[in-house]
Nanobody, 122 residues
Framework: QVQLVESGGRLVQAGDSLTVSCVASGRTFNRHLMGWFRRAPGKEREIVARIPWSGPSFYADSVKGRFTSTRDNAMNTVYLQMNNLKPEDTALYYC????????????????WGQGTQVTVSS
């Protein structure tokens, strides 16, 4: 079992930067692929980033070059640093974990946090 708790979401202005965090509990954190998803109003949940135990992270095209995700395995924490935020980045951001195969489909992921709201005003 993995429990995930996100924090750090808030209202910001376009062009601002913001970092959200996700703390995982459970002894098997290092066995899980971690990910960030988001769900904008009226849209389906979509992948933002996948963060492996080691090696490079994957980013969706819509955030590539602006978002960076890092993983502190010693602290069981993943971060999503978001730069040059745009109004279209407004969404509920979820942290997720899976011990299965790599997938961008949220239905394939095993564990979810409650989400943290990021709102970008123009």
């Amino acid at each position: 079992q993995v429990q995930l708790v996100e924090s750090g979401g808030r209202l910001v202005q376009a062009g601002d930067s913001l970092t959200v965090s996700c703390v995982a509990s459970g002894r098997t954190f290092n066995r899980h692929l971690m990910g960030w998803f988001r769900r904008a109003p009226g849209k389906e949940r979509e992948i933002v980033a996948r963060i492996p135990w080691s090696g490079p992270s994957f980013y969706a095209d819509s955030v590539k070059g602006r978002f960076t995700s890092t993983r502190d395995n010693a602290m069981n924490t993943v971060y999503l640093q978001m730069n040059n935020l745009k109004p279209e980045d407004t969404a509920l951001y979820y942290c997720a974990a899976t011990s299965g195969y790599i997938s961008d489909n949220y239905r394939d992921w095993d564990y979810w946090g409650q989400g943290t709201q990021v709102t970008v005003s123009s």
